[in-house]
Nanobody, 127 residues
Framework: QVQLVESGGGLVQAGGSLRLSCAAS????????MGWFRQAPGKEREFVAT????????NYADSVKGRFTISRDNVKNTVFLQMNTLKPEDTAVYLC????????????????????WGQGTQVTVSS
């Protein structure tokens, strides 16, 4: 089992920045591909970003490309999501997820392919 705990969400004005963290425990963190997803009220869970086990490969949704950056620290067992130039449409609960298979950009852009999930952290962007 892998336990995931997100933090760093909050209320921010449009154009502002937030940095989300997801701390992992329970298994060897570097054995897992990590992803960030988000879910707004009444909407389906949406892919945001994913990062390979070593951190050398990343993939982003078009809606966040150029504004968000995913990174990981395999010593601190933490994955991060730096969010810049935030927009009201970025408002959602942000969840991190882990999967033990080899990295695949297509596979790991789909929420159903992740085994472990955190509880999420709320991000609200005001206009």
């Amino acid at each position: 089992q892998v336990q995931l705990v997100e933090s760093g969400g909050g209320l921010v004005q449009a154009g502002g920045s937030l940095r989300l963290s997801c701390a992992a425990s329970g298994r060897t963190f570097s054995n897992y591909v990590m992803g960030w997803f988000r879910q707004a009220p009444g909407k389906e869970r949406e892919f945001v970003a994913t990062i390979s086990k070593s951190g050398g490969i990343t993939n982003y949704a078009d809606s966040v490309k150029g504004r968000f950056t995913i990174s990981r620290d395999n010593v601190k067992n933490t994955v991060f999501l730096q969010m810049n130039t935030l927009k009201p449409e970025d408002t959602a609960v942000y969840l991190c997820a882990a999967d033990g298979r080899s990295y695949n950009g297509n596979v790991h852009s789909r929420s159903r392919n992740y085994n472990y999930w955190g509880q999420g952290t709320q991000v609200t962007v005001s206009s």
